[in-house]
C-alpha cells in the first residue's frame, strides 16, 4: 500500500526558512504529479505547490510565490518544498498529496485532483 510520510516541520521566527521533505513507499511516485496543500487553524485546505512528474512544471499559490520551491527526486521517492523568509501566515499543517492521475504534465492546483494523502507535518512561524 503506498505511503506519503512527511517530515521538517517545526518552529521558526519570522523570515527564517524550513525545508519539508516526504517520502513516498509501497508504490509508484514517478509517474504521478505531486503538490503541496496546507490547512491553517480555522482555514480551509488550501493548494501550495504542485510539480509534474518529471519536474518540468511547477505552479504555486500567489501567497507564496518567490518564497517557496517544490522540487523531486523520483530516484528517492521523495518530494520537497523549501520555504524561506517564512511569515506568520505561513502557520499551518502541510500535506503532501499524489495526484490521482498518472502520467500528467499538467500541475493540478485543486484538491480534487489528489487521490493519496500524507498524514502533514505541522509548521509554527512565530513574530
Known amino acids: 500500500q503506498v505511503q506519503l510520510v512527511e517530515s521538517g516541520g517545526g518552529m521558526v521566527q519570522a523570515g527564517g526558512s524550513l525545508r519539508l521533505s516526504c517520502a513516498a513507499s509501497g508504490g509508484m511516485f514517478s509517474l504521478f504529479t505531486m503538490g503541496w496543500f496546507r490547512q491553517g487553524p480555522g482555514k480551509e485546505r488550501e493548494f501550495v505547490a504542485g510539480i509534474s512528474w518529471n519536474g518540468g512544471r511547477t505552479a504555486y499559490a500567489d501567497s507564496v510565490k518567490g518564497r517557496f520551491t517544490i522540487s523531486r527526486d523520483n530516484a528517492k521517492k521523495s518530494l520537497y518544498l523549501q520555504m524561506n523568509s517564512l511569515k506568520p501566515e505561513d502557520t499551518a499543517n502541510y500535506y503532501c498529496?499524489?495526484?490521482?492521475?498518472?502520467?500528467?504534465?499538467?500541475?493540478?492546483?485543486?484538491?480534487?485532483?489528489?487521490?493519496?494523502w500524507g498524514q502533514g507535518t505541522q509548521v509554527t512561524v512565530s513574530s
Open positions: 498529496a499524489r495526484s490521482r492521475a498518472a502520467s500528467t504534465t499538467a500541475v493540478l492546483t485543486t484538491q480534487a485532483g489528489y487521490g493519496l
